[in-house]
């Protein structure tokens, strides 16, 4: 069974530090991999999404990678600015047996970023 | 706007009443999903349908039954609400089963049951 884990739970820094957050899951076998924010009482937004073949994503201020072998993923996020203060949810699709077709969510990092 | 929109946004029940949301997406998408985000935070698949058809059906009580009358909405229906039901429910979708251009998602409804 897929298990996701995200590493800090919680993070306040101030504005400008550059930050990482991490991702890690138990299964490798994954179709790919997806970053998403959550603003309170709002939605998930998609932020960058990683296929299996691939190392790494960028949008922006934004970068995200993946080492399947290990199950780790980053998201490293440059410069950062309070309007990045959000929960950032990690979720990783399987492939194989019961984690088809289904994601598998972490149960998020808490960002702040103070001004 | 394309998007994943849910209905209602907030609803506020008390325990033994039925009630529904409703989603629809104008993404062109053939599979769309139920998520329960409950009090600790974490999302948790329900239902998945792809163009009409039930294609994931996980341990959730059969007081939550799921429609899709057409490929671009999926409704949820609840009966005899219990208190432990309340949560945030999430509507997504994606082109295809695979998931393979990724998930989006509604905004959410939030669920009390008093």
């Known amino acids: 069974k897929q298990e996701v884990t995200q590493i800090p739970a919680a993070l306040s820094v101030p504005e400008g530090e550059n930050l990482v957050l991490n991702c890690s899951f138990t299964?490798?076998?994954?179709?790919?991999l997806q970053w998403f924010r959550q603003d309170p009482g709002k939605g998930l937004t998609s932020l960058l999404l990683?296929?299996?073949?691939?190392r790494e994503q960028t949008s922006g201020r934004l970068n995200a990678s993946l080492d399947k072998s290990s199950g780790r993923s980053t998201l490293y996020i440059a410069a950062s600015q309070p309007g990045d203060s959000a929960t950032y949810l990690c979720?990783?699709?399987?492939?194989?047996?019961?984690?088809?077709?289904?994601?598998?969510f972490g149960k998020g990092t808490l960002l702040t970023v103070n001004p | 706007d394309t998007a994943v929109s849910q209905t209602p946004k907030y609803l506020v029940t008390q325990m033994g009443n039925d009630k529904s949301i409703k989603c629809e997406q104008n993404?062109?998408?053939?599979?769309m999903y139920w998520y329960k985000q409950d009090s600790k935070k974490f999302l948790k698949i329900m239902f998945s349908?792809?163009?009409?058809?039930?294609?994931i059906n996980e341990t959730v009580p059969n007081r939550f039954s799921p429609k899709s009358p057409d490929k671009a909405h999926l409704n949820l229906h609840i009966n005899s609400l219990e208190l432990g039901d309340s949560a945030v429910y999430f509507c997504?979708?994606?082109?295809?089963?695979?998931?393979?251009?990724?998930?989006?998602f509604g905004s959410g409804t939030r669920l009390t049951v008093v």
């Open positions: 997504a979708s994606s082109q295809d089963p695979t998931g393979t251009y990724g998930y989006t």
């Open positions: 299964d490798s076998a994954i179709y790919n």
């Open positions: 990683i296929q299996s073949s691939q």
């Open positions: 979720a990783v699709r399987g492939i194989s047996g019961g984690s088809n077709y289904k994601l598998t």
């Open positions: 993404l062109g998408h053939d599979t």
């Open positions: 349908y792809n163009n009409k058809e039930l294609i």
